[in-house]
């Protein structure tokens, strides 16, 4: 099984950043990071940004221009950068990765415990 670990999150006040970190467990076979993806109070785990199958970015509209996925090949390392942050971004934070799972031979989805993140006005 992928053991993901999300951190970086934090309190920050409205207009500040933060930068989120998700790193995977050892695992024997690839593990692929598809994205981030947020829940706040009350409300469903919704699209942050993933990597979509035709390998494109697709970033939730509200981010757009704000908040910035990237990944460090050589650490194995998914980031998101989070600028002019809002009240409205607060939310727990989780990253989503794909693996091969050999006890279902084929592709298993994995999540992360979640890091918050909570934006004051």
């Known amino acids: 099984q992928v053991q993901l670990v999300e951190s970086g999150g934090g309190l920050v006040q409205a207009g500040g950043s933060l930068r989120l970190s998700c790193a995977h467990s050892?695992?024997?076979?690839?593990?692929?990071?598809i994205g981030w993806y947020r829940q706040a109070p009350g409300k469903e785990r919704e699209l942050v940004v993933e990597?979509?199958?035709?390998?494109?970015?697709i970033y939730k509209d509200s981010v757009k221009g704000r908040f910035t996925m990237s990944r460090d090949n050589v650490k194995d390392l998914l980031y998101l950068e989070m600028n002019m942050l809002r009240p409205e971004d607060t939310a727990v934070y989780y990253c989503?990765?794909?693996?091969?799972?050999?006890?279902?031979?084929?592709?298993?989805?994995?999540w992360g415990q979640g890091t918050q993140v909570t934006v004051s006005s």
């Open positions: 990597l979509s199958r035709g390998a494109r970015t």
């Open positions: 989503k990765a794909q693996a091969y799972n050999p006890d279902v031979r084929g592709f298993s989805e994995y």
């Open positions: 050892p695992y024997t076979f690839s593990v692929n990071f």
